[in-house]
C-alpha cells in the first residue's frame, strides 16, 4: 500500500476507473477503496498504469521536443524573412535616393542650359545695357491713384493717361492693365461687353472710346458753362473754387480771367469788394 499512497489524486482516479471502482471521494478513501481489491489484480493493473504513463511521459518529452525544434524553426523562418523585409526596404531607399538624385541633375542641366542661354541672347546687347539705363520697375497699383476714374465723361483722362505712359515707360501690356483698372460705371461695363476689347492694343482702345464717349463740347460751350458756375447759397467757397478751376481748366480760362470770373460768380455784391 506505501507504493499506493505515493500516486496522486488524479493517478489513484485513473487506476480505480481501470478497475471499475467509484472514483470520488478524498485521498484517504481512494487509498482504502484499492485496498479492497484482490493483491494480484491490483499489482497487475498497477504494472500496466507504470508503462502507460512511462510511455505517456515519454511521448510528451518527444513531443516537447518537436514544438521546441518547430518554435526554433519558426523562429529562424521569421529572423529570415525580417532580413528580407530589411534588405527590401534598404533597397527601395537606396532606390529612391537614386531617383532624387537624377532628378536633382536634370534640373540643375536644364537651369544651366537656361543660364547660357541667357548669356549668348544678352551678349549682344552688352554694350548697350551700359549705355542705356534700364526702364525703372513699376508696379501699376503704385501708379493707379495717378489717374483718374473714367466713367465716360472725363475730358482729360486720355491726356493724363499719355502722361503716366511716359513718365514711366509703361509697356503695352502694363498700360492696359492701367487703363482697365480706372474703367467705372458705363465705360467698364461697355468694356467687359466683349472680350475682343481685351485684344485692343492701348491706342485702337483709346480711338474706340473716343469714338463711343469722347463727344467733345465746343470751347464755347466749356466756356459758357464756366462763366454760369456762381456761388451757391449754403455752399463753402473752397467748394465753389474747386469746381470754377476744373471748368477753367477745360476751357482753357487763362489765370488772369480766371481770378476776375471768381469774383464775378460771387452774388452778393458787397463781398465782391
Known sequence: MEKVSGYKVTQLKDILKELNLPTTGMK??????????DPETLAETLSIFEAGAMTVDVEDEAAARQGDAAITS???????????????????????IQREL????????????????????????????????????????????????????????KGQAGILRTTYQLTEDAMKMLLSSRLKGKAQEWYHSTAT???????????????????????????????????????SFSTYLHAKVILANKASIVQEELTDYLINGIPDSRMRD
Open 102 to 157: 537624377d532628378l536633382l541633375r536634370r534640373e540643375n542641366a536644364l537651369l544651366q542650359r537656361e543660364l547660357r542661354w541667357a548669356e549668348r541672347s544678352g551678349s549682344g546687347v552688352a554694350t548697350n545695357a551700359s549705355r542705356t539705363p534700364a526702364p525703372p520697375v513699376v508696379r501699376i497699383r503704385d501708379i493707379s491713384d495717378m489717374l483718374a476714374d473714367f466713367n465716360g465723361d472725363k475730358d482729360t483722362w
Open 197 to 235: 476689347h481685351l485684344q485692343l492694343s492701348v491706342d485702337e482702345l483709346f480711338e474706340r472710346m473716343d469714338r463711343i464717349f469722347n463727344q467733345r463740347r465746343t470751347r464755347l460751350e466749356l466756356r459758357r458753362s464756366f462763366e454760369k458756375r456762381m456761388w451757391q447759397v449754403g455752399e
Open 74 to 96: 519558426v523562429g529562424h523562418g521569421i529572423g529570415e524573412r525580417t532580413d528580407r523585409l530589411e534588405n527590401r526596404n534598404d533597397i527601395d531607399a537606396q532606390n529612391l
Open 28 to 37: 484517504v478513501e481512494l487509498i482504502a477503496r484499492l485496498t479492497t481489491v
